[in-house]
């Protein structure tokens, strides 16, 4: 099986606009008004990932990920594995981080991991529309992971 490069449908880029003063600067992570309510975070987290580590490649069943990518540099690779969706079998790659900042929309069904490619330590907001393990942690976590498969076809260093 081979992914082709290209566009994922229903993943949204979006570069991060910093409005700077003589304080420091401030971005927007999200707004309701710019994100489909389906989207709208239920919770947030964030992650410290060190040089040269992977987290992924995972897939949500009903969860999205909403990713801000602020620290370091890393390598983000997104695989539609979505039989249904027009863009099924393509791979996009993003490098982001500190000196790109973005946030990415990864729906559903879509693959994904990334790499800390840089060299200090990378700092990664999510803002999921789901729970982790449900309400007070009682459910299933919604994810299929593919890290641990020595076969997996999803691969972030090809």
Same mark, same amino acid.
């Given at each position: ?88 079998? =393509? +791979?996009?790659?993003?490098?982001? &981080? %500190?000196?790109? /900042? ?26 999921? =529309? +789901?729970?982790?393990?449900?309400? &007070? %942690?009682?459910? /299933? ?18």
């Amino acid at each position: 099986m081979k992914f082709n490069a290209g566009e994922i449908e229903g993943v949204i880029i979006k570069d991060l606009k910093f409005y700077n003063d003589e304080r420091g600067w401030l971005t927007e992570l999200f707004r309701h008004d710019e994100i489909d309510k389906s989207v709208y975070p239920v919770m947030s987290y964030i992650s410290m990932t060190l040089p040269g580590v992977q987290r992924g490649p995972h897939a949500h069943k009903e969860q999205t990920d909403y990713f801000v990518f602020l620290s370091s540099t890393f390598k983000l690779v997104l695989w539609d594995s979505r039989e249904d969706s027009p863009t099924y079998m =393509n +791979r996009k790659v993003l490098f982001t &981080g %500190k000196d790109d /900042p973005k946030c990415v929309i990864v729906p559903p069904g879509v693959v994904h991991a990334y790499k800390n490619i840089g060299t200090e330590k990378g700092l990664v907001l999510n803002f999921p =529309n +789901r729970l982790y393990a449900g309400w &007070g %942690k009682k459910e /299933p976590v919604d994810e299929v992971r593919y890290e641990n498969d020595p076969d997996t076809i999803y691969k972030v260093d090809e």
